[in-house]
């Protein structure tokens, strides 16, 4: 699939895109849900919720914003990644499209959650709470089987980022390892018993190499990516 847009315009979107989804995903997750969601509590997530629930309405539409732009953002990252190798190019991006199509399953359950609340909630919040931590197990159950996706899409990327003479190759590095890291904290977490008592190990395991790896790509496309061109068709560096 060819694009009459200029490498350094994809460079510039993808940056921009990559900065939309690290401010929206922050915002939705740690702002809003992370605030909201008291562990094995119901009624204190419930009350929580309630009591702020247009925060909760903008949390969702931050996480409507980020799917949308990770999206876009597949589009950009193939078309500047398919001169080393187009098929792994390809690849990658169908990845990172079916964890965008889980997490938009995943957002149903949220929009239930939503549906929840109201002036009748009241009478019923014993049931109601129950109904809506079911709901937002299920967003999150949804979410992190889309993770394993993600994670195989960053080991492809990382790959092709490191063989790519246009962009560092230790951002490569970095971003192979983040997929592993998500890739073994996914499983971890549907086949470790005890993984709650070593989530703190594994979270590092995945936000150190993840967030050092994406926000370096963010910047590099920001700032050098804007006056870089992409590498030939023909070369595939290291």
Known sequence: MNTPTSPRSLNLFAGIGYLIIFVSGIFANFV????????????????????????????????????????????????????????????????????????????????????LIGPSAQPDADLLSVRAMEALDLFNYTWLIGLIFFGLHLVVLGYLVFRSISMPSWIGILLFVAGLGYLTDSFAQFMLPTYDDVKDVFMMVVVIPGVIGELSLTIWLLVRGGRTSVAPASATGR
């Open 32 to 115: 809003v849900l992370e605030s909201m969601v008291v562990p094995d509590d119901a009624m204190g997530t419930w009350n929580q919720i309630t009591a702020q629930g247009g925060l909760f309405r903008m949390g969702m539409l931050a996480f409507v914003v980020m799917v949308i732009f990770d999206t876009l953002l597949t589009w950009a990252l193939y078309h500047l990644l398919k001169h080393v190798r187009p098929e792994l190019s390809q690849l990658a991006a169908w990845l990172r499209l079916v964890n965008c199509a889980l997490f938009g399953a995943a957002l149903v359950h949220l929009f239930q959650v939503t549906a």
